[in-house]
């Protein structure tokens, strides 16, 4: 069975960090780029970072940069995302996603091919 599962999420302070976790099971995500995406309430859903297949390359969403870190542990089949300094406005639905792609595409601040998806993983941010 094909399945992404996220986890790591929480509640945490302003200021604070998680990392949270994507786990593949049936299938080798070293084959995939992976993306991280987001959806608060009342608000689109946003790619939030990815990392290429080979881990070559990396791509953040500009309100994240320099306070998220995404990264991979093929052995592992699982991809992290840590993010520090969090701000309420982070407070969303995280997911995961294979794309379609070996490297990571962004047309129009859109990050593109997303096509298996986990659960989701909730994150809020709050004092």
């Known amino acids: 069975q094909v399945q992404l599962v996220e986890s790591g999420g929480g509640l945490v302070q302003p200021g604070g960090s998680l990392r949270l976790s994507c786990t593949a099971s049936g299938f080798a995500l070293d084959y995939f780029a992976i993306g991280w995406f987001r959806q608060a309430p009342g608000k689109e859903r946003e790619g939030v970072s990815c990392i290429s297949s080979s881990a070559g390359s990396t791509y953040y969403v500009d309100s994240v940069k320099g306070r998220f870190t995404i990264s991979r542990d093929n052995a592992k089949n699982t991809v992290y995302l840590r993010m520090n300094s969090l701000k309420p406005d982070d407070t969303a639905l995280y997911y995961c996603?294979?794309?379609?792609?070996?490297?990571?595409?962004?047309?129009?601040?859109?990050?593109?091919?997303?096509?298996?998806w986990g659960q989701g993983t909730q994150v809020t941010v709050s004092s």
């Open positions: 996603a294979t794309l379609s792609t070996l490297a990571c595409t962004v047309v129009d601040g859109h990050l593109m091919g997303a096509e298996y």
